[in-house]
């Protein structure tokens, strides 16, 4: 695993929880996760779409207004298909996280 991501990974963390009192630490697939409400909207993905945010972006989004270049469907599962609800943005789009973060964060808001 890449360190560099796991470190900017916490960076968003720390932001996250600064920003808004209502957002929790927790796991989603063995992995460290934030939460809102109970509910998992943003992960550090490292199996299943790569190293990276996996994000809860919701089946309907155009992910194209994200601005990423470089982002795929969580497919945790050899053999299901793809999740559509989740994205994994990787490390090209690294910059982009906490704006992501930030769309999720609103959207879980909104389906609590």
């Known amino acids: 695993m890449d360190d560099r991501l796991k470190t900017e990974w916490y960076k968003l963390v720390r932001a996250m929880m ?3 009192s209502d957002i929790e630490s927790g796991r989603m697939m063995s992995a460290d996760a934030l939460l809102c409400r109970g509910k ?7 199996k299943g779409g790569g190293i990276g945010l996996g994000a809860r972006v919701g089946r309907e ?3 194209s207004m994200l601005g990423l270049s470089h982002w795929q469907h969580l497919a945790p599962f050899k053999t299901k298909p793809p999740m559509k609800d989740w994205i994994v943005v990787g490390e090209a789009d690294q910059a982009q996280w906490r704006k992501v973060a930030d769309h999720c964060y609103k959207k879980a ?3 609590t």
């Open 18 to 20: 600064a920003a808004h």
């Open 61 to 63: 989004a155009d992910v």
């Open 109 to 111: 808001l909104k389906r």
């Open 40 to 46: 998992v909207f943003v992960f550090f993905s490292t």
